[in-house]
């Protein structure tokens, strides 16, 4: 079974940037690589939400400021967020696929301070 580990959380005022990774293991980590991946977010008192899939979707609150990409070889999936806002603030994950196809990791925090 695959397991996906998120990293790269952390506190950040408003405005800075934040890199977070999600690198796959476990048996059936090669289906990483012939899958949509997507980074998906808990803000408290919220439901999990979308955040960005594959190469081209985005959430509406974060397009222009996120990138999400890849490195297939170190079956690896990054969020790249820039101009963080405190709305940003929340539990991060990846997951295969929109909508996700496997349980969640134990996912990484993100704080936005303003």
């Known amino acids: 079974q695959v397991q996906l580990v998120e990293s790269g959380g952390g506190l950040v005022q408003a405005g800075g940037s934040l890199r977070l990774s999600c690198t796959a293991s476990?048996?059936?980590?090669?289906?990483?690589?012939?899958?949509?991946m997507a980074w998906y977010r808990q803000a408290p008192g919220k439901e999990r939400e979308l955040v960005a899939g594959?190469?081209?979707t985005y959430a509406d609150s974060v397009k222009g400021r996120f990138t999400i990409s890849r490195d297939n070889a170190k079956k690896t999936v990054y969020l790249q967020m820039s101009n963080l806002k405190p709305e940003d603030t929340g539990v991060y994950y990846c997951n295969i696929g929109v909508p996700p196809r496997i349980g969640w990791g134990q996912g990484t925090q993100v704080t936005v301070s303003s």
């Open positions: 594959g190469t081209t």
């Open positions: 476990g048996r059936g980590f090669s289906i990483f690589s012939f899958n949509t």
